[in-house]
């Protein structure tokens, strides 16, 4: 292919897609990736989306500010609506969804099981309320007017349930772990503290089996399991 894109899977393009947004996109209610061309525009959108005069008055001001860092293209999100917009240029959603109907059109998975492009949500105890997308140990997702889309490390407990996107469960069945640098220590447990049970060598490949919260890859290890570091001048997750 021509387009280096396309060569990556579903879930690679997704997780690359909502990363470009972050410290781009803004937050406005009811937003879907719109294109806000100026502050006029930005101005007239909020007037038809927001709840209150002080809501428009945070999306103007956090639009002004991308303005001032030089962001080129600045699409309006709300939560559900960067995780809809990104699956939409995929072609995996068609109609506009919530937070809590992305959950429904999610397999339910465990917080153990999570690997970049998994789905985080946040339950109030009553319904699903928010949702962001995990990218190891951080989750990108559209958190407020005053900050738009973020990129930010995953807050134990505050995200309590979890989804694969279905049409990703096949690319998940061949995800591994590619050895990048060196010599990488595979312990039992997902941290440093824990005991080193092998070593892992450049270029090998390892099943992906899960993320733990810290970030650490769950990888298939001589007929069981084990865990292996995140950081990419180290390991890097790749499909097929």
């Known amino acids: 292919m021509n387009d280096k894109i396309n060569e990556k899977s579903l879930r690679e393009q997704f997780v690359q897609m909502v990363k470009d947004q972050v410290g781009k996109g803004i937050y406005v209610w009811g937003g879907n990736g719109e294109i806000l061309g100026d502050a006029a525009e930005a101005l007239a959108f909020a007037d038809r989306h927001e709840t209150s005069a002080e809501n428009k008055r945070r999306v103007c001001a956090l639009f002004a500010k991308r303005v001032e860092e030089h ?3 600045i699409r309006a999100f709300d939560c559900s609506g960067l995780v809809y917009w ?3 240029q995929l072609g995996l959603q068609k109609t506009d969804v919530s937070s809590r109907g992305l959950f429904a059109l999610c397999r339910p998975i465990t917080e153990s099981e999570l690997i ?9 105890g009553t319904q699903i309320v928010h949702v962001g997308v995990c990218v ?3 989750q990108v997702e559209c958190k407020g007017r005053d900050v738009g889309v973020v990129q930010n490390r995953r807050k134990s407990g505050y995200w309590n349930r979890f989804g694969r996107w ?3 469960d ?7 772990v590619r050895i990048k640098g060196g010599s990488v220590r595979v312990r039992e447990g997902d941290g440093t503290a824990t005991r080193c049970i092998g070593i892992a060598h450049r270029d090998e490949r390892y099943p992906l089996l899960g993320t ?3 970030g650490w890859y769950r990888i298939a290890w001589n007929g069981g399991t084990a865990y292996i570091t995140n950081k990419p001048q180290y390991t890097e997750v790749r499909h097929g």
Do not use: Q
Request: hydrophobic content about 40%; proline content about 3%; overall charge negative.
């Open 71 to 73: 962001v080129g293209t």
């Open 86 to 88: 990104a699956l939409k």
């Open 116 to 124: 970049p492009g998994d789905l985080v949500f946040r339950h109030n």
């Open 136 to 138: 190891g140990a951080e």
């Open 166 to 168: 279905k049409a990703f």
């Open 170 to 176: 096949a690319e998940s069945e061949n995800a591994y």
């Open 212 to 214: 733990a919260a810290s």
